[in-house]
């Protein structure tokens, strides 16, 4: 619950537009989508787990709805039925406050907040995860922040685990303790396994870089899923050190946090000044299709208020 | 947990002076000029770091699973180690109890979790200090808390039901200051591991 009255209001709506013009100069068109819809389309869109995070109330006749809790499900269904006859690629973007109930954390934004996001839809590859992450980067760039975009593919710790053969449990154990890095529990949980793979995340520190962090893994990471992962975030290195934005980029292997919903690249913005990240994304290929029409999908949220508020505190 | 702290970290070449530690300010900043300190109470140690106002912090396990902070813990410092358990006046309560366990604790949170996990039914009684009075006193059949070497429990006539966990001191650092400031992070991260195991 949060008022922005003048002078920050101002501020605030400046930094929506800049986000829209860079948008807008990409050939992304506005999207303005429902506040409240049926609770089921988030459930579907971001999962049991987050959707459960939305405010929920009844219908009159019982159904279960929700604010909002993110946008991309709707953004994802719209694309699936009623735009499913358009030709691809579809590029959105929307300025849309969005609404979870808070978790324990501390530093969690508050119950509302504003995303500025976009969605690119129905194509694949290098040249769509590249064309967000300069997107994200302009951003960022125009509005003077001192940023830091990381990237993962989340093929690496996927094709991994499958090889260790873990149970849900402990799939989600390791993955905890590598979002967490913890180096000597990590260690002692991979003892009573056999095969050196995972030993790669083992090493917080080596998992974290430019583009030696790959070669780093590449040592000890052998399974074709990775491997490929691997390769194509190699690859998409490779294009963000041609456009020389390697210095504003990271490698984070060891970001992991959002598995369930991510297919292949995932990123996480930072920014001086803000205590946690400002901004995330990743490509869904998996979205989509639980609409009815499978296709590729990739593109990221910025949190207006948390960049509001780092912008702010420089005027004062 | 802060004495554990300072010697590890004078080991591994960061000092306080000792001016500055007998002074009673709660900022402070080392010899070298490098690192600046601040000295909070355990519980408020995750609210600072996870906000990004201390890049790092040193606090227990128990602390840490109590807030449910979302920091990184990149090291186990291994000071300050104790268990947290629960204890009552008779080892056998657990099964003795008929109806609600009534529970006295300053870890509410690990205390219904540690519970609910197994599906027992608890009424968790949130006290902030001398939980091992309220066994004795009547206000609850048993207590969840922090045991170093079991002499106040032993001396208030409880013994030990079962171990919840073992805490140690950590090292946890923001997840923004680990991205933005990975070189200082890194070289902490590093000097600490190097003291650790040198003591090993």
Known sequence: ?316 | MQDGALSLLSSAGIRLSEEALNSRRLALTDESGEYQFIFVKPADVPVYVEHGIADCGVVGRDVLMESEADLLLPLDLRIARCRLVVAAADADAMAKVQGMIRVATKYSQIARAHFGARGIPVEIIQLSGSVELAPALGLADMIVDLVETGTTLRENGLTVVEVITESTGRLVVNRASYQLKAEEVNRLVQALDRALNGVQ
Not at chain 1, 16 to 31: G, H, P, Q
Not at chain 1, 179 to 191: G, I, K
Not at chain 1, 293 to 303: I, K, M, Q, T, Y
């Open chain 1, 1 to 316: 619950m949060r008022y922005y009255i003048g002078a920050e209001a101002r501020l605030r709506r400046t930094v929506e537009d800049v986000a829209m013009s860079v948008f807008e100069s990409w050939n992304y068109e506005e999207v303005i989508t429902p506040s409240v819809d049926y609770y089921a389309l988030f459930e579907q869109g971001m999962g049991p787990r987050e959707a459960q995070r939305g405010f929920r109330f009844t219908d009159n006749d019982g159904r279960l709805l929700a604010l909002r809790p993110d946008v991309t499900s709707s953004v994802a269904r719209m694309a699936a039925t009623l735009l499913s006859e358009r030709p691809r690629p579809l590029r959105f973007c929307y300025a849309a406050s969005v609404f979870r109930q808070q978790t324990q954390s501390h530093a969690e934004w508050r119950r509302e907040n504003t995303q500025l996001g976009c969605e690119l839809i129905g194509i694949d590859g290098k040249a769509a995860d590249l064309e967000v992450l300069r997107l994200a980067a302009e951003i960022l760039s125009r509005l003077d922040l001192d940023y830091c975009i990381t990237i993962n593919n989340v093929e690496i710790f996927n094709g991994v685990a499958a090889n260790l053969n873990l149970h849900l449990s402990e799939r989600e154990q390791l993955r905890r303790l590598i979002d967490t890095r913890e180096a000597a529990e990590l260690q002692r949980f991979l003892q009573s396994y056999d095969g050196n793979e995972a030993r790669a995340f083992s090493q917080p520190t080596k998992l974290t870089g430019k583009r030696e962090v790959i070669s780093t893994a590449r040592d000890l990471i052998t399974n074709p899923r990775a491997v490929a992962a691997l390769d194509s975030l190699e690859e998409l290195w490779t294009e963000i050190e041609s456009l020389g934005l390697a210095d504003t980029f990271e490698i984070d292997l060891s970001d992991v946090s959002s598995l369930d919903y991510y297919t292949g690249l995932s990123l996480k913005v930072f920014v001086h000044g803000a205590g946690s990240s400002v901004g995330r994304g990743g490509r869904y290929d998996d979205l989509t299709g639980s609409f009815g029409r499978a296709e590729p999908a990739v593109g990221f949220v910025l949190n207006l208020d948390a960049l509001t508020e780092v912008l702010g505190r420089r005027l004062i």
